[in-house]
């Protein structure tokens, strides 16, 4: 059974660049779900996609956006970056199966510097 | 909306001794409860659950968890710890979406080991 994984490891980029990330999820599962977790706090919640569509989504401005493929792979788009954004990025995949008994499994992270 | 408080931002523990992590949430429904732990560099593991039921929960690593309603607590305890515990905890509450959970996680405990 493959985990989840994501890429790239790490990456730096410039404010007012464009970044994408990428997560592969585990394999039978259906949902993707991506947290930001700045430097000595908590994930916090982004998005989360099932069936190729943005379901539920964080306190986070519209130039973060995402995609679902059908093989359940996802991308995390961000746009005009700002300093702010450097962070961990957490993707977690699941088994939606009607209820609200579903687990996360965590990929390593990307790792976002902003300069 | 949903919150996690984790009072202790670190502990440091003797090796053998035992461990108890605090968690605290705030949730109008029945809550759905996560311990992570996250090793540096790292994503997160899933540590135990409580979706219903008995309200002491194993999980792995030799970790439980206790669900106590009336306190709106759900603390992680190991009987005796090992230097590979050394790592940061989070607790989290899931929220269900409109396919699957949304986590909201507390800003986490770091774990320090005494030899």
């Known amino acids: 059974e493959t985990g989840v994984t994501q890429s790239p490891t790490h990456l730096i980029k410039t404010r007012g660049q464009q970044v994408t990330l990428r997560c592969s999820s585990q394999s039978g599962h259906n949902t993707v779900s991506w947290y930001q977790q700045a430097l000595g706090q908590g994930p916090q919640f982004i998005f989360q996609?099932?069936?190729?569509?943005?379901?539920g989504r964080g306190n986070f401005p519209p130039r973060f956006s995402g995609l679902q493929f059908p093989n359940y792979s996802s991308e995390l788009n961000v746009n005009a970056l700002e300093l702010d954004d450097s962070a961990l990025y957490l993707c977690?995949?699941?088994?939606?199966?009607?209820?609200?008994?579903?687990?996360?499994?965590f990929g390593p992270g990307t790792r976002l510097t902003v300069l | 909306a949903q919150s996690v408080t984790q009072p202790d931002i670190h502990i440091t523990v003797s090796e053998g001794a035992s461990l108890e992590l605090r968690c605290n949430y705030s949730?109008?429904?029945?809550?759905?409860l996560f311990w992570y732990v996250q090793s540096p560099g790292q994503g997160l593991q899933l540590l135990l659950k409580?979706?219903?039921?008995?309200?002491l929960v194993q999980g792995i690593k030799g970790f439980e968890a206790e669900f106590k309603r009336s306190q709106s607590s759900f603390n992680l305890r190991k009987p005796s710890v090992h230097w590979s515990d050394a790592a940061e905890y989070f607790c989290?509450?899931?929220?269900?979406?409109?396919?699957?959970?949304?986590?909201?996680f507390g800003g986490g405990t770091r774990v320090l080991v005494k030899p």
């Open positions: 977690a995949s699941s088994l939606f199966a009607g209820q609200g008994t579903d687990t996360q499994y």
């Open positions: 949730y109008g429904a029945t809550p759905y």
């Open positions: 409580y979706f219903s039921g008995d309200t």
């Open positions: 989290a509450v899931g929220a269900p979406q409109a396919a699957g959970n949304k986590l909201t």
């Open positions: 996609y099932y069936r190729e569509e943005e379901n």
